[in-house]
């Protein structure tokens, strides 16, 4: 059967305890292995501990999602993404300073031993996407954990995206066994994703950042 957790804004705001007792439950259900849904700055996504390959497959199972089809993940800081990454080019730092925290998720060279399912490509020239959310739960969880988060959108493939718990839950039903239900998702689009890996950048989706807003940083 799957559970809700009460994530009213206004009521955590004026409730600190409320919230450092949320923030425990999910951190030690994250912990064991658990997924999932929490709020974002956009859509809902599904959280797992991204550096637990077993719940990162649990995330894959419970989408439906097709392999080779990496996941992304939201950090911390700049500083966390710094331990993902291989490496991190003058144009992320330029970016994440502008937009992070924000919708905007960045891909770049992953560091190896990394879960395979987070990253792209095969070997050397693998790559994770990730960003830095805009929300405070999500904060404080990632402060909480140490480690970073899946943030794949919380729907099965190929279904529609999901901005509220009710939706989550007509989509998982009871595969999906724990839902923090903070109303309605603040945003209807997807972060846009921009692969900063190589030489030129590719805008490879756009979403709540535009186009034309990217592109003028490095025209």
């Not at 080779?68 to 911390?76: D, H, N, Q, S, Y």
């Not at 700049?78 to 891909?107: K, N, R, S």
């Amino acid at each position: 059967m799957t559970r809700r957790l009460n994530a009213d804004r206004a009521h955590l705001d004026a409730n600190p305890a409320d919230l450092a007792a949320l923030i425990e439950e999910l951190h030690q259900y994250l912990d064991a292995g658990g997924v999932a849904a929490v709020p974002t700055d956009t859509l809902y996504g599904l959280a797992a501990n991204a550096l637990d390959a077993g719940a990162v497959e649990r995330v894959f199972t419970l989408k439906g999602r097709e392999a080779g089809k990496p996941l992304p993940v939201v950090v911390r800081d700049a500083t966390q993404a710094a331990e993902l990454a291989l490496e991190l080019p003058p144009l992320f730092h330029q970016l994440a300073a502008m937009f992070w925290p924000g919708p905007l998720t960045l891909i770049v060279a992953a560091r190896p031993g990394l879960p395979a399912a987070l990253t792209a490509g095969p070997g050397a020239i693998a790559t994770i996407a990730m960003r830095q959310p805009a929300l405070g739960l999500l904060d404080a969880l990632l402060r909480a954990t140490g480690y970073p988060l899946t943030a794949t959108s919380a729907n099965r493939s190929g279904q529609p995206a999901c901005r509220t718990a009710a939706e989550i839950e007509r989509q998982f039903g009871a595969a999906l066994e724990l839902i923090v239900d903070a109303g309605v998702s603040p945003a209807a689009l997807p972060s846009t994703l921009v692969d900063v890996s190589g030489g030129t950048p590719r805008i490879l989706r756009e979403g709540a950042v535009p186009r034309a807003v990217l592109e003028r940083c490095w025209a």
